[in-house]
């Protein structure tokens, strides 16, 4: 099984404990299904996905925007982003050239085209942002890719 992540990147820390709980259900109740995630390891909701993989026995592909997306990550976030990019299965460039919109379009373009379906945390908010969690979901579901939407109650952006 083949499930894809996009999702919120400014989650506060409680909600970001709530999530991650939330994800290890959701991947445990697949019992019996080899879970192999493709995440782009974005901060928030696709790095919990990524140790949420990890903690079930799956693995991960990390689909990486571009080769300097690790330079845009804030300084005190960019140990876990290396930590969980060598722990990937799989790293798949895009092939754009530089970190931002047109990249991370592309990202997720490549990790909906490589899932059979996809996780999304998300608060619901419908904005006209591309490459954001709401864009994503809505190719998604243009798409046919079965997406659950993981918000638990309580749970706050920054």
């Given at each position: 099984m083949r499930i894809g992540i996009t999702g919120h990147t400014n989650l506060t820390d409680s909600t970001a404990e709530v999530i991650h709980r939330a994800l290890v259900q959701y991947l445990r109740a697949l019992d019996g299904e080899d879970i192999v995630g493709v995440t782009c390891l974005a901060d928030g909701a696709d790095q919990l996905f990524a140790r949420?993989?990890?903690e079930v026995g799956g693995v991960y592909e990390v689909v990486l925007p571009a080769p300097d997306y690790r330079e845009v990550l804030a300084l005190d976030r960019r140990?876990?982003?290396d930590a969980l990019l060598a722990?990937?299965?799989?790293v798949l460039p895009t092939g754009e050239p530089r970190a931002?919109?047109?990249a991370y379009v592309a990202a997720n373009h490549l990790m909906l085209d490589r899932i059979d379906r996809l996780v999304a945390v998300w608060d619901g908010e419908e904005r006209d942002h591309p490459g954001g969690?709401?864009?994503v979901v809505?190719?998604?579901r243009r798409r046919g890719v079965d997406t659950t939407v993981i918000w638990p109650a309580g749970a706050r952006r920054k």
């Open positions: 949420a993989v990890r140990e876990t982003f722990g990937a299965h799989a931002g919109v047109r969690t709401a864009d809505q190719d998604a």
